[in-house]
């Protein structure tokens, strides 16, 4: 609980931008995920790093949890007040500070989403390629070491965050890594924070590596007669290296959802969307490359969206492919799994959970970014039916095992927040508890995002 | 001072792997760089990871620091055991554990040098790209986070480790990282040992991520009137994103050196050795894209090597360019630089860099993976001339500060080990701090190669 004094440090130093009305605080005590626990006392709204950083003086004065807020679309609960405390809301912190096209390298502030980034780099040729569907903030996404459908060819946040700036928990300011292409100078801060989940630090600045928009796209749809085709196609592209930029799994579930809530017909059958960058030979090469493969896994139905309005169309329809799947059940709410494997062990994963859904009556549409043998089901369960939401929990965890059996890993882009908490032992054995001695070292007080990520002691 | 005790323990457990003759004392308290101090107590060859954990068990109960050797290439003396103690050789260690075809990855053990790695891959169709020039050590690349010529198309390899088995100062083993293309399952671990330069812990086991050998291949020099000219090309190409595989400077004076030293006879001017790889077409487009634009940058000459004995002669006279500038004034011993900057700064840092030098008297050779940003000049000077020494670090320590001025990085790809720690602080500020409490969090006792990397506090 925030003591009174808490309350008027805080009041001293945000004013009007400190909030503790209800609405507010419900808003930031909800999250896209089942999870509900995690009301904040108060929610501010810095606006400077030194306001971040006289933020960390008020919370280990009176010992407040500070809990990062970007955009909301977690899915494990990753900004939720579990001991209470402060939620940080980036919002007043959204600005492209610096283009630097010489260098493709932008500086930007956390709360900045995505999208707005693309929409400010509209005339400079260059776009940030990180895709995870949703609207993300880009310091949330760093956070959670997010990706999506393009990091099979321009990798996940752990590649193109490049430098950052931190607000440790004792207030001071640290800055990783530089605007050299490379460096090895030292432990790899960046790469330690980008994933961290706020529970190192507060990210306040982002330099980002930038991409060339590419002189030619063109993208695919390709039919399969069955899910072990579909995967065992995407597996050999792989594995010959053709470069496609975006290579999406959908099933006949989600294909039949994305129908229903889109508006377009695409035939209910396991399929793959895909995306290739390049010149206009190089892209007319690996499409065709892709093709012939495609056929050789006995892929009926090819569909090519060369215009840039078919191709909006397509990728439109498969971000919206969550509220789709969640439409497609009403009433219903999601617990969203993410495992990810090995490209060996990919279609034998998907074919064990398709089994082990279908054999639970639970609905769980099958989609992923499986170019990087990453996959989801979106387990549709009633809210109020206790018997479904364990049947789904069970579900998720037998995927959890079954992806650290094939050698994989239990969230490959969602993070763990306290979703996956249960999880990460499994996974990670004695470097689960180095993680926590990390944490200690640099939060004692464990005031950033406590509950969340690293062992909980208590 | 290792006492009695100390050596009964690790006679029981090595026998004949443990070593205290001068002259395996000696071959282990020597590097490549002009650092002398550092000779250990002791040497030790151990056969497996449960001799690590029993080593690490014995340094504990004698205060032993412990020191990885691999292949003693390091340039700032990383291995060079300042406070006494054991130098781990880890040439027992080095084999090719698996090789997974379908998930491109390769397991092996730290001890194995990347030459021998690439002869094993050599019928699978895959090869492990990271090529720093000497052969290395893998265990010691991943340690100094090493890169080379190719690191501008295949990156570094912070890119190319995806997951390591590691024996921590208290004798835990962990793993970090797994088989899947991507994970946010909580902290980036193996991001966090690659670059750690063994002052966190013993790296055992490493996978590595491989890459298709590339269906065509095509190199080239391209010579240029001046040094202005041929970095001016090489920024206009990396912001073309025209994607050479490598793309490396000589000055005239690391020309001159080449051919005398590997018989060569390139035009003593400043040029470019370049690489491309990909597919016939696309290597067809990239090279004429590539051509077309040098020729715009004035570039005179123009020399294909398409014929795999060009190309390899070509390559081993680049990977020769060190010794053949220390041949170029015999008996001299060479101060190596490393610094890495934005892309936009590379031609003003060059430009500077070899104005200082030439003002200074001390040859002075620069040449560079410019793709990336990063350039070596190597500062000959007499072992025994004092003032020589005095002057090229000065001039190290210019370019040092120049880096840090322009936006970049006081070393791309050599590490810190204790050449580079003068220049921390003023790179890193709070950050270098941060890193200290890693360091202490993870190794208490400071056993783990003290004297590297992180701030001295004696």
């Known amino acids: 609980m925030m003591t009174p004094a808490a309350r008027s440090d805080l009041q001293t130093l945000f004013g009007n931008r ?11 005590g909800q999250s896209e995920s089942l999870m509900t626990a995690g009301l904040p006392d108060a929610v501010v709204f810095p606006n ?10 008020i919370a280990t004065r009176h010992r407040l949890p500070l809990i990062g807020w970007g955009a909301g679309t977690s899915l494990e609960g990753h900004a939720l007040a579990l001991q209470g405390g402060i939620s940080v809301d980036f919002r007043n912190m959204a600005g492209v500070l610096e283009v630097r096209p010489e260098d493709r390298l932008v500086r930007v502030q956390p709360g900045l989403t995505r999208e707005a980034l693309n929409l400010d ?32 060819r321009y990798g996940t946040m752990r590649a193109n965050v490049v430098a950052l700036e931190v607000v440790l928990a004792d207030g ?41 928009l590419p002189e030619a796209v063109s993208a695919a749809v390709a039919v399969f007669a069955t899910l072990e085709a579909a995967v065992d196609c995407v597996i050999a592209a792989i594995q010959m290296g053709i470069p496609a930029a975006r290579i999406e799994f959908l099933d006949p579930a989600t294909v039949a959802a994305c129908n229903a809530y889109s508006g377009t017909n695409l035939p209910a059958a396991p399929q793959l969307l895909l995306e290739f960058h390049g010149s206009p030979a190089s892209v007319a090469e690996d499409a065709a490359r892709f093709q012939e493969l495609a056929t050789s896994f006995g892929a009926g139905d090819f569909r090519w969206a060369e215009a840039q309005e078919d191709r909006n169309r397509l990728w439109k329809m498969r971000h919206q492919a969550y509220p789709a799947i969640l439409a497609s059940r009403p009433g219903a709410r999601a617990i969203v799994t993410d495992v990810c494997v090995p490209i060996s062990a990919l279609a034998r994963a998907v074919e064990e959970t398709r089994n082990d859904i279908a054999a639970s009556g639970i609905p769980g549409p099958i989609l ?19 018997a479904e939401i364990a049947t789904a929990k069970d579900l998720a965890a037998r995927m959890a095992a079954r992806a650290l059996r094939l050698g994989g890993t239990i969230t490959g882009e969602h993070g763990v927040g306290f979703g996956k908490l249960p999880y990460m032992a499994a996974e990670h054995g ?4 180095v993680m926590g001695a990390i944490k200690r070292a640099l939060d004692p007080l464990d005031l950033m995002n406590p509950g969340k990520l690293v062992p909980q002691t208590d």
């Open 18 to 28: 400190l909030s503790v009305s209800a609405a507010v605080l419900a808003e930031h």
């Open 48 to 57: 400077s790093t030194a306001e971040v950083v006289a933020l960390t003086q």
């Open 121 to 152: 780099l509209r005339t400079t040729g260059m776009f940030f390629p990180v895709d995870p569907g949703a609207n993300a903030s880009i310091g949330g996404m760093a956070a959670t070491r997010a990706s999506g459908t393009t990091a099979v």
């Open 172 to 212: 001071r300011v640290i800055r990783t890594g530089s605007g050299a292409p490379k460096s090895s100078a030292g432990y790899d801060l960046t790469a330690l924070f980008v994933g961290s989940e706020g529970t190192l630090g507060l990210i306040t600045e982002l330099t980002l590596r930038l991409h060339g």
């Open 368 to 386: 992923g970014h499986v170019g990087d043998g990453n996959f989801h089901a979106i387990l549709l369960v009633e809210p109020d039916d206790a």
């Open 430 to 433: 004695e470097a689960w508890s």
